[in-house]
T-cell receptor, first 118, second 116 residues
């Protein structure tokens, strides 16, 4: 069955610590896209990254990095030197191109709430 | 507007009443999406519009839910005869293109619905 699992419901770290948010997915499709979104307290989800199933290159953007491994069906997200402003709920999501992907049917995990304390 | 605008931001209603939730997408975005975020349930896809057309309405939870979009812009999600299990945050998003290609979704801040 197609689904996204974020096993960590809540993580608490102290500022400047590195933190990794786990995401494991299951899909029936060979063409799929993976996403990470951030939901700050204001409630508005903010797009962070999109990867397609044919591109396993890891990506780094400032303090953020993503590790995509098809062999383990994982798409983990690491924040280096965390800051208080990173506190939010982070969602991993999957879109299956041949199963509703053309209709924007994002399958979300249940999210990981990250609290960064000063 | 600068971002996706949703109204009302908060709505408290009594069981059995009808409610309308409005979404004003980013100007020029042709695709519009409705999601529902329930406590402990994560985000659930409801419906997608390309222009004014919704090709697949099977994501709507029941026939009490309907959605329309007019003029390729504003969309309204209507819930008739609300039930307590309808209580959730209803999120609207828009994008230039379908998410599977190059576009990413831009979300509004949501409409929090509480059914007493």
């Amino acid at each position: 069955a197609q689904k996204v699992t974020q096993a960590q419901t809540e993580i608490s770290v102290v500022e400047k610590e590195d933190v990794t948010l786990d995401c494991v997915y299951e899909t029936r499709d060979t063409t799929y896209y993976l996403f990470w979104y951030k939901q700050p307290p204001s409630g508005e989800l903010v797009f962070l990254i999109r990867r397609n199933s044919f591109d396993e290159q890891n990506e780094i953007s400032g303090r953020y990095s993503w590790n995509f491994q098809k062999s383990t069906s994982s798409f983990n997200f690491t924040i280096t030197a965390s800051q208080v402003v990173d506190s939010a709920v982070y969602f991993c999501a999957l879109i299956e191109w041949n199963y509703g992907g053309s209709q924007g049917n994002l399958i979300f995990g249940k999210g990981t709430k990250l609290s960064v304390k000063p | 507007g600068a971002g996706v605008s949703q109204s009302p931001s908060n709505k408290v209603t009594e069981k059995g009443k009808d409610v309308e939730l409005r979404c004003d997408p980013i100007s020029g975005h042709t695709a519009l999406y409705w999601y529902r975020q329930s406590l402990g349930q994560g985000l659930e896809f409801l419906i997608y519009f390309q222009g004014n057309s919704a090709p697949d309405k099977s994501g709507l939870p029941s026939d009490r839910f309907s959605a329309e979009r007019t003029g390729g812009s504003v969309s309204t999600l209507t819930i008739q005869r609300t039930q307590q299990e309808d209580s959730a945050v209803y999120l609207c998003a828009s994008s230039l293109e379908m998410t599977g290609t190059t576009g990413e979704l831009f979300f509004g801040e949501g409409s929090r619905l509480t059914v007493l």
